[in-house]
């Protein structure tokens, strides 16, 4: 069995917890019934031993393994991770989504996505990463009762996400503590506004508005200011052409949305002005969550 997952870029400027698109980056698991237990990493994290014994997608899986049959079973997982850890990439949002999927496909029951992203709210309060996560493209969230509610919308092939990857890790839930704990009228509305815009956008296909709306004044400064070299990165973005350009979910990388035919001369500019930063042009992802039988 295998169960294949996509990065993910939150926020998206001012959708704060609400809004996310998927990228063509994935983990991906294979896992079968074994006698005993056993766990191989390939790619991020394979030279973590941390992740052999205290690994999120072992505990979430066990735990949801139990509960839809009712026994314990040893398995052989082989993980391939290509999503950075920590680096605001929606690592811990693919882990989770996977390790529920992976679990009710080893017991042998269908769930639907929609399904399967209510569970995945239970570990992540907020729906901005598990959401594209679990369907692919851009998504507007929100959460009520403890459930998801969110639209979809497909991204096109002409766009690319060029991402700025800093060797600095940026746990969520430690930066989600740097923010404010309350907002001004006036920012909260500017955030409202420029939310809703940037969600019309994205649905309009009108990406030349996106430089315009996908500003935000609820945490990206704050957190930026933790690593000021993604201010310059920010500036040389939409120097060079970039039709968004924000903070990737709790950072520390940064992502541009840009025209495929700028991709690589967005992406070398970025390569000669930040050498110590990994620089990747991925697709984007419409397809999320994948379960292979
Ligand atoms: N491939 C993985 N395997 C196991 N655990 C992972 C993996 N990727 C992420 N995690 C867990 O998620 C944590 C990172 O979560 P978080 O700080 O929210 O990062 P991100 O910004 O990438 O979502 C890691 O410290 C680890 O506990
Ligand atoms: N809305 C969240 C998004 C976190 O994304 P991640 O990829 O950094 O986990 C936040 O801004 O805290």
Do not use: C
């Not at 996310?20 to 980056?25: I, R, S």
């Not at 999927?101 to 639907?112: L, T, W």
């Not at 690593?227 to 968004?244: C, I, T, W």
Request: avoid cysteine.
């Amino acid at each position: 069995m295998t169960v294949s997952v996509p990065a993910t870029s939150a926020n998206l400027g001012p959708g704060f917890d609400s809004l996310g698109l998927a990228v063509d980056l994935r983990n991906v698991v294979e896992f079968h019934p074994s006698k005993f237990f056993s766990v191989s990493i390939k790619g991020e994290g394979e030279n973590n031993p941390r992740l052999k014994g205290n690994n999120l997608f072992v505990s979430i899986f066990n735990d949801h393994y139990a509960r839809l049959t009712k026994k314990t079973q040893n398995f052989k997982f082989t993980f391939h991770n290509q999503i950075p850890m920590s680096r605001g990439l929606g690592s811990s949002s693919a882990v989770i989504v996977s390790a529920i999927a992976s679990a009710h496909e080893a017991a042998g029951i269908r769930v639907s996505k929609r399904r399967i992203l209510n569970h995945a709210l239970v570990y992540e309060s907020h729906p901005d990463n598990i959401t594209p996560a679990v369907m692919g493209g851009f998504n507007a969230a929100t959460i009520e009762k403890n459930k998801v509610f969110s639209q979809r919308k497909h991204l096109p092939d002409y766009l690319k996400a060029v991402v700025v990857i800093p060797n600095k890790q940026m746990n969520t839930s430690k930066s989600r503590t740097v923010l404010p704990k309350s907002y001004s009228k006036e920012n909260a509305i500017y955030n409202l506004s420029h939310t809703a815009l940037t969600v019309a956008a994205f649905f309009n296909e009108d990406w030349e508005m996106l430089k315009l709306a996908a500003q935000d004044r609820f945490h990206q400064k704050a957190r930026m200011k933790t690593l000021p070299e993604l201010f310059a990165v920010q500036k040389v973005a939409y120097e060079s052409g970039a039709l968004m350009s924000t903070l990737s979910g709790s950072g520390s990388t940064f992502f541009s949305l840009v025209y495929d035919d700028d991709a690589s001369m967005i992406a070398n500019k970025f390569t000669q002005k930040f050498p110590d930063f990994i620089v990747k042009t991925l697709d984007f992802d419409n397809n999320g969550l994948i379960i292979e039988r």
